[in-house]
């Protein structure tokens, strides 16, 4: 798909932002028959918090020549490898504190633009926020918090569009207005932010930093979204940070976790499992549970845990962390008839680490009451089942193998998010649970 641009990133004021979106699309509306049609904002705004910055610093220095969207799509992660080419750092992809710290050194240098090696957008494909405009047009506003002095906010419009096989003389795009300045700044012309989005249509928030609901343009911001998006596998303290997402739930917030989206597969099999009549009545059996998941971020697990257990009406009592090798980590549950449910999630090392922190590896659900038919393992397609094998005991287990999909990716669940909104009711339940057996850590 090649990707026209109407509007390359341009810098603006902040009271002339509306100003030039409108001049890019006057100039689009009657075109001649050998010239294009486009069509504007008119489905959702999208707001972006994005603390992270490789997005901007790539674009300062030439490597990037996209939106500044917040969005780790086919294109940003070409810029990434191509960046990371000229610096001999190991090609991932992948932003990290290494890459930051020297775009930040170049661009101080006052190295900007130049002829550096940037990704091709008609090899490399399109992001997610392209993939959205095809059928959505939409307003994305990016906010890029600095660190430093205090010099105000700058602003960029832009506009793109993807080219459609069937439509090429009717370009349906995005526009995106791109906000810089320390939080501080951010914070006080919160609502002019607020104000940027467009009236009467859907809004959502891409909260990509710690949601903190005492940060005054956080609170504006979620107050009138139709939707809050956070990715809890970015948590650089994991369960401070979901603990967090408790409490705001408890607020109303309509809030989504994309991380929720990729256990998916693995409640679906844990259901399946159990839907045949004559292993039905064996769930009420199980009364073990064991989880490994890639060491690094423990919110899958944690989030699973809760939502087994509110399926099962589980009640935490306690939760311990025991640490050592594999970060054991102690839950123990009681049902409404008194007995006893115990589960443990293990932090298992892993070389190849995947490209999200803290991926479910494989899990147990089995019984002490050794003639009950409720043993059942389930486990990733890269690490295999034996540790959950060996654990099986006298019982016999049904084992299942979890395939990874690949809409499981950050862009794919953030695309499907956008064309939805509102409060999950089975995320918010089962997070109730998760909430509750954090708040039980010793």
């Not at 490789?54 to 294109?75: F, K, S, V």
């Not at 392209?130 to 419009?157: F, Y």
């Not at 990715?231 to 109303?252: A, H, I, R, V």
């Amino acid at each position: 798909m090649t990707i026209v641009s109407l509007q390359a990133p341009k810098d603006v004021s902040i009271d002339e932002i509306e100003a030039e979106l409108r001049a890019i699309w006057q100039g689009y509306q009657n075109r001649d028959e050998d010239g294009p049609l486009a069509t504007r904002a008119s489905t959702f705004s999208f707001i972006v918090y994005e603390p992270d910055g490789t997005q901007q610093l790539m674009a300062a220095l030439g490597y990037y020549t996209g939106p500044i969207d917040g969005i780790a799509g086919p294109r940003t992660i070409a810029a990434i490898k191509a960046a990371q080419k000229k610096y001999q750092l190991e090609v991932t992809g992948k932003s990290d504190d290494k890459l930051r710290s020297l775009l930040e050194a170049e661009l101080k240098q006052g190295k900007e633009g130049g002829d550096k090696e940037q990704y091709g957008t008609d090899i490399e494909g399109v992001g997610i926020a392209d993939a959205i405009a095809a059928s959505n047009p939409c307003r994305i506003i990016t906010l890029c918090p600095t660190l430093g002095e205090d010099k105000g906010v700058t602003a960029q419009v832009s506009a793109y569009c993807p080219i459609q096989k069937r439509s090429k003389n009717t370009l349906i795009c995005c526009e995106y207005i791109t906000l810089r300045g320390t939080a501080a700044a951010l914070e006080r012309i919160g609502g002019i932010i607020s104000e940027l989005t467009i009236n009467e249509l859907p809004k959502f928030v891409w909260w990509k930093g710690t949601p903190d609901p005492n940060y005054s343009l956080f609170k504006r911001l979620v107050k009138d979204s139709n939707s809050v998006i956070v990715d809890s596998s970015s948590f650089k303290e994991p369960e401070g940070e979901l603990q967090n997402l408790g409490e705001l739930l408890k607020t109303g917030i309509p809030l989504v976790d994309l991380n929720w989206g990729r256990i998916g597969a693995w409640q679906e099999l844990a259901a399946e499992a159990f839907d045949p009549p004559e292993r039905r009545s064996a769930i009420w059996e199980v009364d073990r549970v064991t989880i490994d998941y890639e060491k690094g971020n423990s919110t899958q697990a944690l989030m699973y845990l809760g939502w087994l257990a509110s399926r099962l009406q589980w009640r935490p009592l306690s939760y311990e962390q025991k640490g050592g090798d594999y970060d054991i980590r102690r839950v123990k549950f009681t049902t409404e008839n008194q007995r006893g449910i115990e589960a443990e999630l293990a932090a298992i090392p892993i070389t190849d680490v995947g490209e999200i922190p803290g991926d479910l590896i494989s899990l147990r659900l089995s019984s002490t009451n050794l003639e009950a038919d409720c043993c059942t393992v389930l486990c990733s397609e890269t690490a295999g089942c034996m540790r959950m094998e060996a654990g099986g005991g006298a019982q016999a287990c049904r084992i299942q193998q979890v395939t990874p999909l690949f809409d499981q990716k950050t862009d794919q669940l953030l695309g499907q998010q956008l064309q939805r909104w509102g409060r999950d009711m089975l995320f918010e339940e089962s997070m109730k649970v998760t909430h509750q057996i954090l708040n039980l850590k010793e």
